[in-house]
């Protein structure tokens, strides 16, 4: 079974640029999940999707990030534009069905993304 | 407010001896745990989850451990091996599967 494929592995972009994060989740998983992890820090919740609608996007900064998945399979997350403390790790992960029930969530490598 | 606590930043261990990991959290609503291992430019892989009706899940050398009354999970593993050298993060889930992490512990076992 393929995992979680996100790309790119790594970013270097200037503040006030803009980026985008591509992600395609689990081939059958409904529920995608974005993360932005800080160094030292465990991952935070930035949005979830089920199928191609939002369940939760309540730690999103909507004035600066947005998030799509069109078509219920493959995410994009866009910065812009991208500030300083932007700089983490956005990770992608997806589960089965959220309706079933609790599933363990399964993680891509992520997108280190660095601001100068 | 940290949700979900991992007091020890860092473990270490020698190879063939017991692992425990510990993680306290304070909402009573989560239901649902788990713990993530992750490598140095991986992301988090899923080890073992643990429901709130049960007090222990097994997997092989991996157990969890959940005492609801002291809002406590713990993740035991033994024997310990070199290749267990990681970042051991423990989350929590109510209703909608919204993850919470902690901010993880550095495990080290040493040979």
């Known amino acids: 079974e393929a995992g979680v494929a996100q790309s790119p592995r790594y970013k270097i972009i200037e503040k006030r640029q803009s980026v985008a994060f591509w992600c395609n989740p689990i081939?059958?998983?409904?529920?995608l999940y974005w993360y932005q992890q800080i160094l030292g820090q465990g991952p935070k919740l930035l949005i979830q999707f089920q199928n191609n609608g939002v369940v939760d996007d309540s730690q999103l900064p909507k004035d600066r990030f947005s998030a799509e998945r069109l078509k219920g399979v493959d995410s994009t997350l866009k910065i812009q534009p991208a500030k300083l403390e932007d700089s983490a790790v956005y990770l992608c992960?997806?589960?089965?069905?959220?309706?079933?029930?609790?599933?363990?969530?399964?993680f891509g490598d992520g997108t280190r993304l660095s601001i100068l | 407010d940290q949700q979900v606590k991992q007091n020890s930043p860092s473990l270490s261990v020698q190879e063939g001896r017991i692992s425990i990991l510990n993680c306290d959290y304070t909402?009573?609503?989560?239901?649902?745990f788990l713990w993530y291992k992750k490598y140095p430019a991986e992301g988090p892989t899923f080890l073992i989850s643990i429901s709130s009706i049960k007090d222990k899940n097994e997997d092989g050398r991996f157990t969890v451990f959940l005492n609801k009354s002291a809002k406590h999970l713990s993740l035991h593993i033994v024997p310990s091996q070199p290749g267990d050298s990681a970042v051991y993060f423990c989350?929590?889930?109510?209703?909608?599967?919204?993850?919470?992490f902690g901010a993880g512990t550095i495990l080290r076992v040493k040979s």
């Open positions: 081939s059958g998983h409904a529920t």
């Open positions: 989350a929590a889930a109510e209703y909608g599967n919204k993850l919470v």
């Open positions: 992960a997806s589960s089965l069905d959220q309706d079933r029930g609790h599933q363990p969530q399964h």
């Open positions: 909402n009573s609503m989560f239901d649902y």
